[in-house]
């Protein structure tokens, strides 16, 4: 396997008040291609952050984020929203689908970034829901669905434009048991059978199973590695 | 999908909320084509009929005062001039004093004929027989077709101002002739008859006129033949005020006040409430969407075109608003347009020209009021969006 995605010596720090707080000085990660990780850790160890500036939503202070053996840290904001467009997928703890939308017209917003046709556009749309078992959801919007149909529609979302990698922020954090396993299932199928790299921020250790590799962080560093 | 759908859905979100913001740029919009239309229609009325060749004598003190009749002659003598004649507006009315007034003068046939030849559109013979009849009347078109009258008929004509020895107010004229306006937009709620019918049976005002009709040989000498007239009949009882068609057409429209300011304070009056009350909406229903917004940012939707998506329903609310706005005000002025009393205006069928303002008007708006969300989503980072609870 070769890298997807190389952190190299990253720096962020945030300003609080007059008070400067690094949360990374120094950070260094490898994700292979195709991996699915894990990375857990306390409250303000730097999670949510660090899958920031590895989605392209933040920048770091220093230091080099490189992408398929490209470097991304000198992106503009243009070229950045370009960037995740075509290459990651998100997937939100609480879903944050279009309520106005259907699942259908929620999982095609990506494809309004791409130049496929409508024809394409729709065939894709189709596929990416029957991969997470929700065709006959197609024309329901957020509200008349379930918290797990939800998320389906979202990692439907995350998939349709095939990006490379996918980052899921808890994503079972606001579901029940079975239903969460349901969906953690469904990622690492896309893993296994799509190949799909995934980095997976999560609380929960039982979540945290499902990938390859789980990663602590804390307080800014990563403290233990466990496969 | 395209970003329209998503500009439109986004804006359909709360279906009440976005129909009280249309009704109310839609009674904005209402109230401008209205007022505008109005406006317009008013001074194409003091415009149409006006030639740079003519002037308009009347009494110093006011239009409303009146003249002698000798003062005709007088000014006919006076070099530079080429034709005169004169007029006294009657106060006219059909039956109904209410709802039948129209524009009626007592004129001189013969020469008012000669001077607004191009403006009063009659055949040769209608002409003819207006000159020779004492009791004749030429009619406008659109009086004609409101109340079905055909030339040799003897209508009765009431004045609002003049009564006759036995204290009737009416006149029997007969119609002997039907005419159009220069353009088809002039209007023709007019009638015209012989001075002499009036001057004879009327019980005050004998041998004085409204005002005299001047046609000079030059629009070049217009200062020149006003100052002329003006002097002749300095320091007498009845003195004069010289000015050209057009100023004294204005004059006249203005004794309702400045209606050019007056419209103009009352559309931005109201303006300047909706543009209030729609920044202020989707500055709010904006707030309410950080977080959408910052998922579309971080799917991949560039900063300019979320900026466009929001403009884009601040445009289409105010482009609805405002449509719908001047249909129904071009609706009720197609309507008005066909009553006499409201043709006195002129054409009050809304000009192309107040439509285009209209729309622009409506983009301008849109633009406004969407220009603080817009801002507000460019300048959005994703992480703060994200967070934002």
Known sequence: MSALIQLNNVTKNYR??????????????????????AIMGPSGSGKTTLLNLLGGTDRCDGGQIIFDGERIDGYSEGQLAAWRARSVGFIFQFYNLMPVLTAAQNVE??????????????????????????????????????????????????????????????????????????????????????????????????????????????????????? | MTDFDLVRKNLFRKPLRTILLTVSIF???????????????????????????????????????????????RIAAIPGVTGVTHSSWFGAFYQDQRNSRFVGFAVDPATYMTLYANDIRLTDAERKAFIAERTGVIVGKSIADQYGWKVGQTVPI????????????????????????????????????????????????????????????????????????????????????????KTFAQA????????????TMVVAAAFAAILMIVSTTLVSAMRERTKEIGVMKTLGFSSPRVLRMVLGE???????????????????????????????????????????????????????TGAIPAASALRMSIVDALNRR
């Open chain 1, 16 to 37: 609080r008040g007059k008070e400067g707080i690094a949360i990374f000085d120094g950070l260094n990660l490898t994700i292979e291609k195709g991996d699915f990780v």
């Open chain 1, 109 to 227: 917003l990506p494809l309004m970034l791409t130049k496929l046709p409508a024809r394409k556009r729709r065939d894709n749309v189709e596929t990416a829901l029957k991969i997470v078992e929700l065709s006959d959801r197609a024309k329901h919007k957020p509200k008349e669905l379930s918290g797990g149909q939800q998320q389906r529609v979202a990692i439907a979302r995350a998939i349709v434009s095939d990006p490379k990698l996918l980052l899921a922020d808890e994503p079972t954090g606001d579901l029940d048991r079975n239903t969460a396993n349901d969906i953690l299932r469904t990622l690492q199928q896309l893993n296994r059978e799509l190949g799909k790299t995934i980095i997976m921020v999560t609380h929960d250790p039982e979540a945290a199973r499902f990938a390859n590799r789980t990663l602590h962080l804390d307080k800014g560093t990563f403290a233990e590695v466990t496969a």
């Open chain 2, 27 to 73: 009674m904005a919009f209402l109230i401008f084509g209205m007022l505008t239309s109005l406006n317009v229609a008013l001074n194409r009325a003091s415009e149409s009929g006006s030639s740079a060749e003519r002037l308009v004598v009347s009494n110093k003190i006011n239009f409303t005062q009146p003249l002698p009749i000798a003062y005709v002659n």
């Open chain 2, 158 to 245: 009431s004045s609002n101002i003049y009564v006759k020895p036995d204290g009737r107010r009416s006149w029997d004229m007969k119609i002997t002739g039907i005419f159009t306006g220069a353009k088809p937009t002039d209007s023709t709620a007019a009638l015209y008859f012989h001075y002499d019918y009036l001057n004879e049976t009327n019980t005050f005002g004998r041998d004085q006129i409204g005002n005299v009709a001047v046609r000079t040989a030059s629009s070049d000498l217009n200062t020149q033949v006003a100052k002329a007239i003006d002097a002749a009949f300095a320091n007498s009882p009845y003195e004069t005020s010289t000015v050209d068609e």
């Open chain 2, 252 to 263: 006249f429209l203005k004794q309702a006040g400045d209606l050019n300011f007056i419209v």
């Open chain 2, 314 to 368: 601040a445009l289409l609310l105010s482009t609805m608003g405002a449509v719908l706005g001047l249909a129904v005000s071009a609706f009720i002025l197609a309507g008005l347009s066909k009553s006499p009393a409201a043709s006195t205006f002129g054409d009050l069928s809304m000009a192309p020209i107040v439509a285009l303002s209209g729309l622009l008007l409506a983009i301008t708006l849109g633009l406004v």
